[in-house]
């Protein structure tokens, strides 16, 4: 069988389905059965005389709820939000109250070095 190299497009006798190494370019390539009926699936590899069939992966679980969507009050916008209590509009950029998670609440900024006893407090002027 006649095969081309995917790398470099040069074309190179094989015996059959397989791994087989360019010898232009080093390039491995894979070729797969061919049958009466056309090509083998896409994306599916020849397997060894004699190894176990490979397994089906199973699909992903459905989730328990489904995602939340709310809409913009500005623009009608709709979007899917996570457990937060506030969304930024992707469209518009509004603030927007989804009714579930917590609300953020900025914490004060610590001062780097705080005053400590000892020392005198900064004196203001008095008027």
Same mark, same amino acid.
């Given at each position: 069988?006649?095969?081309?190299?995917?790398?470099?497009?040069?074309?190179?006798?094989?015996?059959?389905?397989?791994?087989?190494?360019?010898?232009?370019?080093?390039?491995?390539?894979?070729?797969?059965?061919?049958?009466?009926?056309?090509?083998?699936?896409?994306?599916?590899?020849?397997?060894?005389?004699?190894?176990? *069939?490979?397994?089906?992966?199973? =699909?992903? !679980?459905?989730? #328990?709820?489904?995602? +939340?969507?709310?809409?913009?009050? &500005?623009?009608?916008?709709?979007?899917?939000?996570?457990?937060?209590?506030?969304?930024?509009?992707?469209?518009?950029?509004?603030?927007?109250?989804?009714?579930?998670?917590?609300?953020?609440? *900025?914490?004060?900024?610590?001062? =780097?070095? !705080?005053?400590? #006893?000892?020392?005198? +407090?900064?004196?203001?002027?008095? &008027?």
């Amino acid at each position: 069988m006649i095969v081309r190299c995917g790398a470099c497009r040069t074309q190179f006798e094989v015996a059959g389905a397989g791994r087989f190494s360019c010898p232009s370019c080093g390039s491995v390539n894979v070729v797969r059965n061919q049958t009466a009926t056309g090509p083998a699936s896409a994306g599916a590899y020849p397997t060894a005389p004699g190894a176990p *069939p490979t397994p089906e992966t199973p =699909a992903p !679980p459905q989730p #328990d709820r489904p995602s +939340p969507r709310i809409n913009c009050p &500005e623009c009608a916008f709709t979007f899917i939000v996570g457990d937060i209590a506030v969304a930024t509009c992707p469209n518009c950029g509004t603030e927007v109250q989804t009714g579930s998670g917590v609300p953020f609440v *900025p914490e004060e900024p610590v001062a =780097a070095n !705080p005053p400590s #006893d000892d020392e005198d +407090p900064v004196l203001t002027e008095e &008027e």
